[in-house]
């Protein structure tokens, strides 16, 4: 899985080389780097999202599954982000409202990222972790917000969206007793 989440990142660092040396236009490099990066980044985030409903409904452990969609979903916005800052440079890309809020995201998704480690759970305690791992609800929200700026609401936005109403007290309810049913017989 750790593979698959380099694979993205790395076609984006070779857009932007190629850009760089002039083999493909700029324009070319941000329509390749969105397609890679910033759709299946918000896909890989909702799918994530939605890893806890997932286990409520079947009673199987997500954590593994939530954990390496986490590390993509990070690799991906990453070099989303690094694509902007190099095309546009720094100061232009926090200029629109759309990019604050997507930058706000990566910056509250770093500690999420560098925390997702085994080790980071012993030396944090399991309950400072999951506090900080609470985070996800904001960086949720503010993806949502940097999606509906850019105006292109995709499955990602609707995989987040279906994440928020699964987390709702009566859809919690129904399916955890789903699941149990399910799995009672």
């Excluded at 986490?70 to 440079?89: D, K, V």
């Excluded at 990019?99 to 085994?118: E, M, Y």
């Amino acid at each position: 899985m750790i593979m698959l989440a380099t694979i993205a990142p790395l076609l984006i660092a070779g857009a932007i080389g190629a850009a760089v040396v002039g083999l493909i236009s700029p324009e070319t490099m941000i329509e390749f780097a969105l397609a890679a990066g910033e759709n299946p980044g918000m896909i890989t985030f909702g799918a994530m999202f939605l890893a806890s409903p997932v286990q409520w409904l079947t009673g199987r452990s997500q954590v593994r599954v939530r954990k390496y969609l986490g590390i993509t979903f990070f690799l991906l916005a990453l070099s989303n982000g690094a694509m902007f800052i190099l095309e546009q440079g720094l100061a232009a890309s926090l200029g629109a409202p759309f990019l604050i809020a997507g930058s706000v995201a990566l910056a509250l998704a770093l500690p999420l990222f560098l925390t997702s480690s085994r080790k980071a759970q012993r030396a944090m305690g399991m309950s400072r972790w999951r506090t900080l791992h609470k985070l996800t609800y904001v960086v949720a929200a503010v993806l949502m917000g940097h999606v509906l700026l850019i105006g292109d609401i995709g499955p990602g936005f609707v995989l987040v969206m279906l994440g928020f109403i699964a987390r709702t007290a009566p859809v919690r309810r129904w399916l955890s007793e789903r699941g149990a049913r399910r799995r009672l017989g």
